[in-house]
């Protein structure tokens, strides 16, 4: 009896979010295939799924081109392990998990020797040089979206493309109820409740959280009892976060582990762009989106981005639903002055939820991580016993 070789994938995701998808992705793909092997660039998370991993993306998490030179040493290394595993031990297929430029380099090697790219999280390319799409469909085999609306920029220049939805969907809910957390977090439920959220990086720490904290200092002095949750990302070393609240006196709450709990318990959030702003919004909660980086990398994006929002949830919409605060505008005096309003202004603050929860209405029902692993083993050409063609169609807005 000839015996089936074991079916390979091997992953490359480079942040923080991309190891979190990688690995619940994995979890379904198992599900209906439970020998299949995984391996490559990823952290913890992915690990923790059952991937080998090959090359820890922490060590290549960063921001922008200067974060990226001053970690281009190992950038390299990242590159050249993962392309050495490529070719010695080529894969039924690559998954590429965002890290846009990396990745594109990398999916152009695996296309010219033949092994199946399926690129997961499009790079925004609606937002800077929308003229990339061609560029990507010449190394990918499939590009897998997780808005509505991108599939139309694929589709436009005739590039495989499924809407798989956003995995935030299904990931994004509280452990325990809001009154069980006030109990756990030691909250009074007649006082103000304010997030802090500074990012997942430690460049994002380092720029916003000074702001942040004078602004609770500033909201501090004009609420009586306001008490501040701030959850700490996995990828933040207590000794960073403890440099910058050592002296605050602030009453503020440091969390690990359970973003969704403190974001529930919230009446208003102070964040950074990204992920967590569209979480935020998914729960339904007021909030403003502040966000500092290095000089030369605002002036690029400005020159790069063609959009006028950088929040999620304002993107979605195409219409500022929260305030943005950006590089300049990101001071004390601006995030302390918004959060106010949210506070003290009933009609403003619902107004802020409406539009929060038509962000999710247009988001529809989740099921990311399920309809990528069915993707997958599509890819894969594993027989599946659902009508997979039927299936996303369904998916269709």
């Given at each position: ?13 480079g942040?923080?979010?991309?190891d ?30 059952g991937?080998?991993?090959?090359y ?13 030179i ?6 390299f ?20 998990v ?50 509505p609306?991108?599939t ?12 798989v ?6 990931e ?7 009154a069980?957390?006030?109990?756990v977090f ?7 409740v304010?997030g ?26 004009d609420f ?12 933040i ?15 503020i ?10 974001i ?5 959030i ?9 979480e935020?919004a998914?729960?339904g ?7 500092k ?61 409406d ?8 988001l ?7 309809n ?20 996303f ?5």
């Open positions: 009896m000839i015996q089936q070789k074991q079916l390979s994938i091997l992953f490359s995701a942040e923080s979010s991309g979190s998808h990688a690995a619940n992705m994995f979890l379904e793909i198992k599900k209906h295939q439970p020998d299949i092997k995984g391996f490559g660039m990823g952290s913890a998370k992915m690990a923790a799924a991937i080998d991993i090959r820890d993306s922490a060590k290549i998490s960063v921001i922008g081109v200067m974060g990226a001053r970690h281009l040493k190992d950038i290394v990242a590159f050249f392990t993962m392309k050495k595993l490529l070719l010695s031990e080529r894969p039924d297929l690559l998954i590429c965002d890290y846009k430029e990396f990745n594109f380099r990398l999916a152009r090697i695996a296309k010219q020797n033949g092994i199946k790219v399926l690129f997961y999280v499009s790079p925004q390319v609606w937002a800077w040089r929308p003229g990339r799409v061609k560029e990507y469909g010449k190394v990918i085999d499939m590009m897998a979206v997780i808005f609306f991108e139309a920029y694929y589709d436009a220049e005739k590039v495989p493309v499924r809407y939805g956003h995995p935030s969907i299904d994004v809910h509280p452990n325990k109820t809001k069980e957390n006030f109990w030691g909250l009074d439920k007649t006082k103000p304010v802090i959220l500074p990012g997942s990086r430690r460049e994002e720490i380092e720029r916003i959280l000074p702001e942040m904290l004078e602004a609770a200092r500033k909201l501090q002095s009586s009892g306001i008490h501040f949750l701030l959850p700490q990302a996995d990828s070393p207590d000794e960073l976060l403890a440099d910058y609240l050592r002296s605050s006196r602030l009453m709450t440091v969390v690990k582990h359970k973003p969704y709990d403190v529930q318990c919230c009446d208003a102070m964040t950074t762009s990204g992920t967590a702003s569209l935020i998914l729960l909660v007021p909030m403003l989106i502040a966000y980086m290095s000089t030369l990398n605002y002036r690029l994006g400005k020159w790069l981005v063609k959009i006028p929002y950088i929040g999620l949830p304002n993107i979605i919409l195409g219409k500022p639903a929260v305030k943005e605060f950006i590089q300049d505008d990101a001071t004390a005096e601006n995030m302390a002055a918004e959060i106010a309003r949210i506070l003290t202004d009933k009609l403003y603050a619902e107004k802020i939820r539009d929060l929860y038509a962000v999710k209405q247009l529809g029902e989740g099921g990311g991580s399920k990528m692993a069915l993707l997958v083993l599509e890819m894969l050409d594993v027989p599946q016993k659902i009508d997979q063609t039927a299936f169609a369904s998916l269709e807005f």
